[in-house]
């Protein structure tokens, strides 16, 4: 069975306090590997995907990388409109298994 | 012009009543989803239609029904509700073959089941 396991559970940041969260897999068949944001109160938004080991991809202060096992995402000198929750996903065939997540938070 | 819309957003009911939510898109999109958020956040699929035909039929007990009239439109029927069913459930739509696991998701509708 796929599994996708993100690490911390939670971050608490000071505004400008660049850090990576992680997010280790575990899946035959990788077509894919799925950041998302998650707002409270609202459905996950989608970031970036990436396919292959080496691939990186950016956004603002976004940046996710991606190696055989495990992919991160880095964000560089935060925002308090960072704070959300992160989610990771893998894809086989049309399935995205989804890991818990990662609750940013970012103070000013 | 929402993409992905659910209705209703918030649902209270008792044990043992049928509940349905509905979803459209006017994204286009080949493919829709439904999933369960619990409380502690996690994101677990149960449904998936193309083009109308299920796709995905998680570990999911049969009181739960979905219903695809056309490509736009994925609902879900809840027969018999318990207190487990209590969470938040999330509609998603993405287009088919490689482009699957780009979803796009609704605001949820958060079941409460008393």
């Known amino acids: 069975e796929d599994q996708v396991t993100q690490s911390p559970e939670a971050l608490r940041l000071q505004e400008g306090e660049s850090s990576s969260l992680n997010c280790s897999y575990t899946?035959?068949?990788?077509?894919?590997l799925f950041w998302y944001r998650q707002d409270p109160g609202k459905g996950p938004e989608f970031l970036f995907t990436?396919?292959?080991a080496g691939e990186e991809k950016e956004k603002e202060r976004l940046k996710a990388t991606l190696t055989k096992k495990e992919s991160f995402l880095h964000i560089t000198a935060p925002k308090p409109e960072d704070s959300a929750t992160y989610l990771c996903?893998?894809?086989?065939?049309?399935?995205?298994?989804f890991g818990a997540g990662t609750t940013v938070t970012v103070r000013a | 012009d929402t993409a992905v819309s659910q209705t209703p957003k918030y649902l209270v009911t008792q044990m043992g009543n049928d509940k349905s939510i509905k979803c459209e898109q006017n994204?286009?999109?080949?493919?829709m989803y439904w999933y369960k958020q619990d409380s502690k956040k996690f994101l677990k699929i149960m449904f998936s239609y193309n083009n109308k035909e299920l796709i995905i039929n998680e570990t999911v007990p049969n009181r739960f029904s979905p219903k695809s009239p056309d490509k736009a439109h994925l609902n879900l029927h809840i027969n018999s509700l318990e207190l487990g069913d209590s969470a938040v459930y999330f509609c998603?739509?993405?287009?088919?073959?490689?482009?699957?696991?780009?979803?796009?998701f609704g605001p949820g509708t958060r079941l409460t089941v008393l």
């Open positions: 994204l286009g999109h080949d493919t």
């Open positions: 998603a739509s993405s287009p088919g073959g490689g482009g699957a696991g780009t979803q796009y």
């Open positions: 996903a893998v894809r086989r065939d049309y399935k995205l298994s």
């Open positions: 990436l396919y292959s």
């Open positions: 899946v035959s068949g990788l077509r894919g």
